[in-house]
């Protein structure tokens, strides 16, 4: 079945610094990618949608300045949290179909960013 | 913009009990997935559901999707202590937009 890998599964960092989340397609290309964030014990909350080639769409609240995304290739997106702070703290997850339309999301382990 | 509202926010039973947790939504819906998050996991894909009344089962699973396509519904009939999780419904609009709205969620635990 569709896998896709994430990167790293956590992270300590420091308030400031800049972390990068990786996120593959293993066997098969996305055109579109889902950036979700999940606190603790809540429902996944849509951030950006990272499309290849072009730039990502965020939803409403989301900044973007601070949460970059690059979708360079079919096989991987990228997000990285800017100057993180303590706030920042909660478990990224990026999901990506494997066809088009409504078929269904597969996610990547998460990653669990703990800012210090 | 789109809202699921998923109930309830929490479920505890005793194993061997049934379990329900429902989805509704203000908007005709395109289609219904339904996913399983287990403790410190990632959401796992359980189920699409398209037709209007559809009705699917997996095993002690039973899932349904209303005749007006607004609502949703997971019956798990006696339950495992392997079945412990959050089951989240996703609903895509219509207008075949490809991202989907979360439920909040239904937290399932089961005392053995």
């Known amino acids: 079945g569709a896998v896709v890998s994430q990167h790293p599964s956590w992270v300590i960092c420091k308030s400031g610094t800049s972390v990068k989340i990786e996120c593959r397609s293993l066997?098969?290309?996305?055109?579109?990618m889902f950036w979700y964030r999940q606190f603790p014990k809540q429902s996944l909350m849509l951030m950006a949608t990272s499309n290849e080639g072009s730039k990502a769409t965020y939803e409403q609240g989301v900044e973007k300045d601070k949460f970059l995304i690059n979708h360079a290739s079919l096989t991987l997106s990228t997000l990285t949290v800017t100057s993180a702070h303590p706030e920042d703290s909660s478990f990224y997850i990026c999901?990506?179909?494997?066809?088009?339309?409504?078929?269904?999301?597969?996610f990547g382990n998460g990653t669990r960013l703990t800012v210090t | 913009g789109q809202q699921v509202m998923q109930i309830p926010q929490y479920q505890h039973v005793q194993e061997g009990e049934d379990f329900t947790t429902y989805c509704n939504s203000s908007t005709t819906l395109s289609n219904i997935q339904w996913y399983k998050q287990r403790p410190g996991g990632h959401p796992v894909f359980l189920i699409q559901l398209v037709k209007s009344g559809e009705v699917k089962k997996q095993k002690r699973l039973t899932f349904q999707f209303g005749e007006a396509k607004k609502n949703s519904s997971l019956h798990i009939t006696a339950t495992q202590t392997t079945d412990v999780g959050t089951y989240f419904c996703?609903?895509?609009?219509?207008?075949?937009?490809?991202?989907?709205?979360f439920g909040q969620g239904t937290r399932l635990t089961i005392n053995p």
């Open positions: 066997d098969f290309q996305a055109t579109t």
């Open positions: 996703a609903a895509g609009p219509r207008g075949g937009a490809q991202k989907l709205v």
């Open positions: 999901s990506a179909r494997n066809f088009l339309g409504n078929s269904p999301l597969h």
